[in-house]
C-alpha cells in the first residue's frame, strides 16, 4: 500500500509560480508511474501531467505545456511539479496518484489507483 500526501499548495498572482510535492510512504514507490490531477469547483478532475517510474518519460494536457514540469526523485519518494507563469484558470486542487501501469502514462482517473488528498491552488488576477 502507498500513502501520498501533496504539499506546496497556496495562493499567488498571475505570472507566480509555484512547486507542489508529492511524498510517497511504501517500498515500492520508484515502480510507479505517477500522476498530477486537479479538480476546479464544478468541473471534472482534469489529467495535469505524468512520469514514468523511472523519469524517462513525461507526458502533459495541452492548457500547461510549457509552463508546468514533474519530476521525482526516487530516492525521496517524491514527485514534483513546477508550475510557472500560472493563470487564474489553474486554480484548483491538485492531487497525485499512482498509476496501475507501467506501460503507458494514463491520462484518466480510473487509471490511477492511491491518491493522495489534494493541496489548493488559487492563482489571483
Known amino acids: 500500500q502507498v500513502q501520498l500526501v501533496e504539499s506546496g499548495g497556496g495562493l499567488v498572482q498571475a505570472g507566480g509560480s509555484l512547486r507542489l510535492s508529492c511524498a510517497a510512504s511504501?517500498?515500492?514507490?520508484?515502480?510507479?508511474?505517477m500522476g498530477w490531477f486537479r479538480q476546479a469547483p464544478g468541473k471534472e478532475r482534469e489529467f495535469v501531467a505524468g512520469i514514468t517510474w523511472n523519469g524517462a518519460a513525461t507526458k502533459y494536457v495541452d492548457s500547461v505545456k510549457g509552463r508546468f514540469t514533474i519530476s521525482r526523485d526516487n530516492a525521496k519518494n517524491t514527485v514534483y511539479l513546477q508550475m510557472n507563469i500560472l493563470k487564474p484558470e489553474d486554480t484548483a486542487v491538485y492531487s497525485c496518484?499512482?498509476?496501475?501501469?507501467?506501460?503507458?502514462?494514463?491520462?484518466?482517473?480510473?487509471?490511477?489507483?492511491?491518491w493522495g488528498q489534494g493541496t489548493q491552488v488559487t492563482v489571483s488576477a
Open positions: 496518484a499512482t498509476s496501475g501501469s507501467n506501460w503507458y502514462i494514463g491520462v484518466r482517473p480510473h487509471e490511477y489507483g492511491y
Open positions: 511504501g517500498r515500492t514507490f520508484s515502480s510507479y508511474n
